[in-house]
Nanobody, 122 residues
């Protein structure tokens, strides 16, 4: 089993910054895709940012230039630096990883964290 624990959410004023972190542990061989999603009340889940081995980093248009995703492969963590936060960034942010759970034959599986609340309000 694979566990994801997110941290770093909270209440911040518009224009402020937060850094979310996601620590991945458990039984897996390696991590391929790592991403952050968010879901605001009454809205569909949105892919905010993703970082993959050998592919360009992805950002939603709404966060380009403000958010930065990074990963630490040695420690199996993924982070999301969020700057110039806006009220519309308020949501529950979920960490998602695509892990290699079997090598022969090669098999991937998606795992999700429980989420961390980010509230942007004055």
């Amino acid at each position: 089993q694979v566990q994801l624990v997110e941290s770093g959410g909270g209440l911040v004023q518009p224009g402020g910054s937060l850094t979310l972190s996601c620590a991945v542990s458990g039984s897996f061989f390696s991590l391929y895709d790592m991403a952050w999603y968010r879901q605001a009340p009454g809205k569909q889940r949105e892919k905010v940012a993703a970082i993959s081995i050998g592919r360009p980093t992805h950002y939603a248009d709404s966060v380009k230039g403000r958010f930065t995703i990074s990963r630490d492969n040695a420690n199996n963590t993924v982070s999301l630096q969020m700057n110039n936060l806006k009220a519309e960034d308020t949501a529950v942010y979920h960490c998602n990883v695509n892990a290699v759970v079997q090598q022969v034959p090669l098999r991937y599986k998606d795992f999700w964290g429980q989420g961390t609340q980010v509230t942007v309000s004055s």
